[in-house]
């Protein structure tokens, strides 16, 4: 008997550490995949046995939803205004992954009284043991509020594409960055890929001036083939990963969480949702 209530004790008292991770996912350049590179990734993840919930943290159209073709219809605001719970704001999809949507309510925090403060921060809160990880899917580019959300997670996906322009843009970003905080985790998807070898020397660039100029050293995630799959399922607003489960996209992504799941999380530090919240509090300030 005692030794069970001490089992319990020790489930609990876990079970209160535990912390989701947070990981935020960007790109400089706009439309190079982020919003379909975190739902389908997040759906993996799922699939293998985690707890994920979706940030849509996109101010402008809101990403996630539109990929699904659901409407959700409460955000973070209604949290801190309206004193909604977490659960009240959550749209929990038939595909067992959850979404909540930013709205402007992370903007807002600032001129908040202490009540509402400590309200949201009690809702937020609780996605550390409801979550494994929170995935936030970011608008793309240098703005205040992307670099609030590259600073204050856990890790950072930065999304490109083999194109120039995205690779310039995925390196601004970065280098933008680094100069307000040099502690930051990234990880490298390139997306739209004709086969590996683009994969890799589109990789080779980044990691090589970011080696160079910042001293950074950028780890390669995965590759994404560019799959004309993709486009179908978006227009369907079904996630490639459940509609076309052998298309090439699909197996790229299941490789990449897979070994994202193998090589690291469980070795690293997860800050978790509070933590982050904090941050990005600090930021604003
Ligand atoms: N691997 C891929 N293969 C083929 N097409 C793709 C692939 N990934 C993305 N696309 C195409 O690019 C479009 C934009 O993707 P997505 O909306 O995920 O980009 P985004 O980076 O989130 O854009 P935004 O910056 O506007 O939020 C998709 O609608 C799809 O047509
Ligand atoms: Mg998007």
Redesign the pocket.
Known sequence: MNDQAAKLRQLVSQNRNKKARVITVT?GK?????????LNFALCLKELGKKVVILDA?L??A?IDV?LGVSTKLNLANIIYEDKTIWDVMYKSEYGIDIVSGGSGINDLLNLEERQLQHFFTQIESLNQYADFVII?T??GLSKETTRFIISADEVIL?TTPEPTSITDAYAIIKMVHSISTDINYRLII??VANEQEGKSTADKLQLVTKRFLNIDLSLLGN?????N??KA?KRQKPFYLTYPNTE?SLAIKDIANIFLDIKVEKETSHGITSFMSKMLNLLK
């Not at 706009?30 to 975190?38: D, M």
């Not at 994404?224 to 004309?228: A, G, I, N, V």
């Open positions: 790109s706009g439309g190079v995949g982020k919003s379909n590179f975190t996109d402008g159209l990403n990929l899917d608008g793309a999304v997306n739209r994404l083939p560019d799959d004309k993709v486009q978006v996209a």
